[in-house]
């Protein structure tokens, strides 16, 4: 009798250490292939002002990006044409958080509307594609952000 017991416990340890290392690793993939990533739209980041916290954000089809308004007087606006075919206009909210789904592959360009030529400029590239690489280095930068995008553009 005492004997069923030690082997009933030992089948119990034996079950919920095989749970424990399945939901692990379950989780810990599943952690791995989240690729959400978080922007920040910032006043000042070392040396530069009005400032997104990354200028080129790679995700794969099916991610989000958060774009977090840590200052406030900045949003997030798709360029014309700046954007993969198929893709609709894109405008957050002044001083908001905002994200965005990316399901259609591409480079997508984008800037805070108010400043749009002091290099607060962003790109996204989803999926590794590449393809509208040319519809990008046709858009039209002014001051500050002219001076960056190229720079930027060549390393997308
Ligand atoms: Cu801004």
């Not at 030992?10 to 989240?34: G, H």
Request: hydrophobic fraction near 45%; charge should be positive.
């Amino acid at each position: 009798m005492q004997k069923e017991i030690l082997i009933m416990i030992n089948l119990i340890k034996k079950t919920v250490f095989i749970f424990t290392f399945l939901f692990s690793t379950y989780f810990l993939t599943s952690a791995s292939f989240a690729a959400d990533v978080t922007v920040e739209m910032l006043n000042k980041l070392d040396k530069e002002i009005m400032v997104f916290s990354k200028k080129i954000v790679r995700v794969d089809v099916g991610d989000t990006v958060f774009w977090k308004a840590t200052d406030k007087g900045h949003n997030v606006e798709f360029i014309k044409k700046g954007v993969p075919e198929g893709v609709g206009k894109f405008k957050s909210k002044f001083n908001q958080d905002t994200e965005y789904k990316f399901t259609i592959p591409g480079i997508y360009a984008y800037w805070c509307t108010p400043h749009k030529n002091m290099g607060m400029i962003g790109f996204v590239v989803v999926g590794d594609d590449k393809s509208n690489l040319e519809a990008i280095k046709k858009l039209r930068f002014s001051a500050k952000s002219k001076k960056i995008a190229p720079d930027l553009i060549n390393s997308l």
